[in-house]
C-alpha cells in the first residue's frame, strides 16, 4: 500500500502556476513576432485606468512596506484610442516590476502627464540604479539587469511585453532616470494614434 505525501501540493500547485505564467508569456512574444497580436481600441479616459490601478495596487504596495501616490492633472484630458485591458497589461508589469525592485519604504508614482501632441502614463520608483549602458537591454526577452539577484517568478519577460503592447499602439515605452530615485517609465502614446 503506497502512502500519498500531501505536503509538496502547495510547491507543485506555484510551480504549475509559474509555468503556466512563463507559457502564455511565450505566447504573446510569439504572435507579437508573427504579427498575429491584435488590439481592440476604444475611447479610454486614461485618468480613470490609473485610479483603478492605484485602488488596487495600495493594499500591495502597502503589505510590502511601500508608499504608492498617484499624480493627476488638473485639466481633463480626452479619451484616448487605446486597447484598455492591453494598457492595463502594461501597466500591471511595469508597477509589479517597481515593486520587485523597489526597496522598503521608498515611494512609487503613477502620474498622467501631456507633452506636446503625447499623454504620458508614468511610474516612477526608487528602486535598482540601472547603468546607462544597459538601459537599451532592459527591453530584450530574458534579460535581467542584475543576473545575481533572479526572483524566482521572473523571467525577464514582463518588459518586453509591455514593450511590444506600446508598438502596437504605435506608442513608445521610455526609460529614464529618476531626479531622486533611480527609475521612471512612460508609456507614450499620440492622441492620433
Request: charged share 25%.
Amino acid at each position: 500500500m503506497s502512502s500519498t505525501v500531501y505536503g509538496d501540493e502547495p510547491l507543485i500547485e506555484n510551480e504549475s502556476l509559474r509555468m503556466t505564467r512563463l507559457v502564455n508569456d511565450l505566447l504573446l512574444l510569439t504572435n507579437a513576432d508573427s504579427c498575429h497580436w491584435h488590439i481592440s481600441k476604444d475611447e479610454t479616459e486614461l485618468d480613470t485606468l490609473l485610479i483603478d490601478l492605484y485602488e488596487n495596487y495600495l493594499p500591495i504596495t502597502r503589505q510590502n512596506h511601500k508608499a504608492l501616490k498617484i499624480c493627476l492633472p488638473n485639466e481633463i484630458f480626452p479619451p484616448l484610442l487605446v486597447d484598455k485591458d492591453r494598457i492595463n497589461q502594461c501597466l500591471i508589469i511595469l508597477l509589479d516590476n517597481a515593486i520587485t525592485h523597489t526597496p522598503p519604504n521608498t515611494q512609487i508614482t503613477l502620474a498622467l502627464q501631456q507633452n506636446n501632441h503625447f499623454i504620458e502614463l508614468v511610474i516612477q520608483d526608487n528602486g535598482n540604479v540601472i547603468p546607462n549602458d544597459l538601459k537599451s537591454r532592459v527591453f530584450e526577452r530574458f534579460y535581467q539587469v542584475d543576473s545575481s539577484r533572479h526572483h524566482k517568478e521572473h523571467y525577464g519577460l514582463g518588459l518586453s511585453i509591455a514593450f511590444e503592447i506600446v508598438k502596437l499602439h504605435k506608442g513608445n515605452l521610455i526609460l529614464k532616470d529618476t531626479p531622486d530615485g533611480e527609475c521612471t517609465f512612460i508609456i507614450r502614446l499620440s492622441y492620433k494614434s
